[in-house]
T-cell receptor
Framework: AQSVTQLGSHVSVSEGALVLLRCNYSSSVPPYLFWYVQYPNQGLQLLLKYTSAATLVKGINGFEAEFKKSETSFHLTKPSAHMSDAAEYFCAVSDHLGETSGSRLTFGEGTQLTVNP | DAGVIQSPRHEVTEMGQEVTLRCKPISGHNSLFWYRQTMMRGLELLIYFNNNVPIDDSGMPEDRFSAKMPNASFSTLKIQPSEPRDSAVYFC????????????FGQGTRLTVV
């Protein structure tokens, strides 16, 4: 089974600083990877996804992630943090279970991002 | 499309009562997922359906939990009887079901069992 591991359950940065949230995956086949964001009292929403078209993926709100096969990583970055980026971030990998079973996402444990003024 | 719609948004119930959570997936989506989120356990997949058929219910914690999807536009998650430890936020999500497609989440139902 495929899985993802998020390193660091809490990350704190200053406003304007680089944001780096780490995600490593384990997969026996080329993975399809996703980053989601969850703001307080809301559901998860997609930030970006990697589907093998390009290793550097750009998402919403200035976030991007780079797929590195040699490192089995898919870290999320943003050059300059904004107060509104404070949220919980989840990395996920897609498992295809067959023609009749469809696919499901397996999520990491999440990283809470705090942005300090 | 209005997205994935869950109801109610908040539910407070007494221990032992039956609770039913409802979900309307995005039209045209083939897969539907029920998740539970708590501080202790994080985000857990309870059950998912593909084309209205339950595929994997291994995440359902106990027999007190059951889920149905009678048609492509509606699903329920029922807890009977409810217990305080069931207090959590329950999310429904839907997707097209392909390996490269994302899941779209509802706003969640915050359940409190007292």
């Amino acid at each position: 089974a495929q899985s993802v591991t998020q390193l660091g359950s809490h990350v704190s940065v200053s406003e304007g600083a680089l944001v780096l949230l780490r995600c490593n995956y384990s997969s026996s086949v080329p993975p399809y990877l996703f980053w989601y964001v969850q703001y307080p009292n809301q559901g998860l929403q997609l930030l970006l996804k990697y589907t093998s078209a390009a290793t550097l993926v750009k998402g919403i709100n200035g976030f991007e992630a780079e797929f590195k096969k040699s490192e089995t990583s898919f870290h999320l970055t943003k050059p300059s943090a904004h107060m509104s980026d404070a949220a919980e971030y989840f990395c996920a990998v897609s498992d295809h279970l067959g023609e009749t079973s469809g696919s499901r996402l397996t999520f990491g444990e999440g990283t809470q991002l705090t942005v300090n003024p | 499309d209005a997205g994935v719609i869950q109801s109610p948004r908040h539910e407070v119930t007494e221990m032992g009562q039956e609770v039913t959570l409802r979900c309307k997936p995005i039209s045209g989506h083939n897969s539907l997922f029920w998740y539970r989120q708590t501080m202790m356990r994080g985000l857990e997949l309870l059950i998912y359906f593909n084309n209205n058929v339950p595929i994997d219910d291994s995440g359902m914690p106990e027999d007190r939990f059951s889920a149905k999807m009678p048609n492509a536009s509606f699903s329920t998650l029922k807890i009977q009887p409810s217990e305080p430890r069931d207090s959590a936020v329950y999310f429904c999500a839907s997707s097209l079901g392909w390996v490269d497609t994302e899941a779209f989440f509802g706003q969640g139902t915050r359940l409190t069992v007292v």
